[in-house]
């Protein structure tokens, strides 16, 4: 079996040969985007393009205005970009690409010192083969020199709860609405940059990943936490100057597969390492309408009286996220709850997802019925949770917790 070492000099000799073919061909760009990922948007671009002409279907695809073209090669300015991945899709010529992380992940796998965790999205079930168990899964990690791995489900359930407090209290009568602050960074992205108006209307709450980020570092101050998930936008929502503090790294779950795959690692032969954590509504998060379900789920067992109900409208898509905000500026919107996917089908549609996203739906769909708990009031471990990081009331952290929440203005 590989050592760690030797898994770090296997994938740094390999990316490494890439890069110098990408700089032997184009320029020094590409090696320091490989070095150097913190530096550089989520997206990348590899060479220089002639191909669209100076609009080009890239330009034309981005709606947050960050790319430009300079010199015959394509610009994608780092403060602009989310990384929604719209330009890599509307790309023909395949000159973008994702901003991969690796080499910064692997150094901190290299120091014995570090605990290292994976953060796993809710969209992991299914991604590295059907058979393939949480267990299992955790025990990899664990394999390749990670110190644990935690279900961003579980605190996708503690986020629930917020947003259903949220609600109970800001949605009283007939025209009042909430848009969801939780998963997707770049339907947060669209409402802080593009419709500003709206932000009023969103609960100052970090998204699940930051809050898993937080509370490890809460609990285990010195480690070194690394999200996992299907999305290129939580590489730029990790930067974020409010809440760079939770998350240190982000990679796919391609990257990921590459770590695997470099030390043989064989998840099927995987020992169960097994750990119920999270409610059905923290699991269903990864796809579309999941987060509607849970908080409309979480806010009739908080008020069964509660005259005003949940009633929610989705969008995915950015296209159709787009449409849905402007309806709701039209007041065309017949809902009170809104909830936005840049991804189409949710995150299990992400552009780096493993497997089809009608597949990963079904999957989340079944690790949702399979947990024991319906919604985080019913979560044990969810009370035990709040209650070692200082909250005797579920209430206590609307309103003090700098742990869970952030502005959005």
């Known amino acids: 079996m590989k050592t760690i070492e030797d898994l770090y000099r296997a994938i740094m000799d390999r990316e490494l040969k890439n890069g110098r073919e990408l700089m032997e061909e184009y320029d020094n760009y590409s090696m320091d985007c490989l070095l150097h990922p913190g530096s550089h948007a989520p997206v990348i671009s590899v060479g220089s393009c002639d191909s669209c002409g100076d609009g080009g279907e890239c330009r034309n695809s981005c709606i947050f205005d960050a790319i430009e073209k300079i010199n015959g090669r394509i610009y994608i300015d780092p403060q602009k970009c989310t990384g929604c991945g719209a330009c890599v899709d509307a790309c023909k010529m395949g000159h973008l690409m994702e901003n991969k992380e690796i080499y910064p992940v692997l150094e901190a796998l290299c120091d014995h010192g570090r605990e290292v965790y994976a953060l796993i999205a809710p969209a992991f079930v299914g991604q590295y083969g059907k058979e393939v168990t949480t267990g299992q899964l955790r025990s990899a990690f664990k394999k390749i020199g990670f110190h644990g791995m935690v279900e961003v489900a579980a605190f996708a359930d503690i986020l629930t709860l917020k947003e259903a407090l949220e609600f109970d209290a800001h949605v009283q009568k007939e025209g009042d609405f909430q848009l969801t602050s939780c998963c997707c960074p770049v339907w947060i992205a669209m409402i802080r940059n593009i419709y500003q108006d709206l932000v009023g209307h969103v609960p100052g709450a970090v998204s699940p990943m930051i809050a898993a980020g937080r509370i490890v570092k809460k609990l285990h101050p010195d480690a070194v936490t690394v999200f996992i998930g299907p999305c290129m936008a939580k590489k730029k929502e990790a930067r974020e100057p409010d809440i760079a503090d939770a998350v240190d790294y982000v990679l796919t779950f391609q990257e990921t597969w590459d770590f695997f795959e470099a030390m043989n690692v064989d998840l099927h032969k995987m020992q169960e390492d097994e750990r119920e954590h999270s409610s059905r509504a923290g699991r269903i998060y990864a796809r579309t309408s999941g987060v509607s ?117």
């Open 293 to 409: 379900e849970a908080v409309r789920a979480t806010v009739e067992q908080l008020d069964p009286e509660k005259k005003v109900k949940v009633k929610a409208a989705q969008a995915d898509g950015v296209k159709g996220c787009k449409e849905l905000i402007e309806k709701i500026q039209r007041g065309e919107a017949d809902a009170n709850f809104f909830e936005g996917m840049a991804c189409s089908g949710g995150c299990v549609g992400g552009p780096k997802v493993m497997i089809d996203k009608k597949a990963g739906k079904a999957l989340v769909n079944q690790y949702g019925d399979e947990a024991k708990y319906q919604t985080p009031l019913e979560n044990p471990y969810v009370k035990e949770l709040l209650e070692r990081l200082g909250f005797t009331d579920i209430r206590d952290f609307l309103e003090r917790s700098d742990l869970l929440t952030r502005s959005f203005s």
